[in-house]
């Protein structure tokens, strides 16, 4: 539950007017260093996001050595292009969403499956 930082006793005795003037002068004054902080933390989101994909990428790279000459392969892109059976969803989509949501297990598994294709 957000805080109260204003009650009814401190409009009733300062009136709506003078307490409108002061919360505008307030965010008036702060709004330099909340946009600031909005950028840095928008930057700090990207870094994490750069940062998890590294990650995410070595740690198949460690279960699937040969992971990047087989997301070079056209027969892998024909593959992904298709339909998984039991979600019917396209599997490059359902490779996407497992590395956006960081799913090493689950991208890794992609490759597994591939190889077991062969």
Known sequence: MPQQFLTQSDIDAYGGDLIDLTQRAAAHALSP????????????????????????????????PDYREVDASPQWH????SVDPLSGRVRQQLLNDAIANGATNRVISFFKHRRLLR
Do not use: C, Y
């Open 78 to 81: 024909a593959w992904l292009r």
């Open 33 to 64: 260093k909340l946009e600031r902080i909005e950028q840095e933390n928008a930057r700090l989101q990207h870094w994490l996001g750069v940062e998890a994909r590294h990650r995410l990428d070595r740690e198949v790279e460690q279960a699937i």
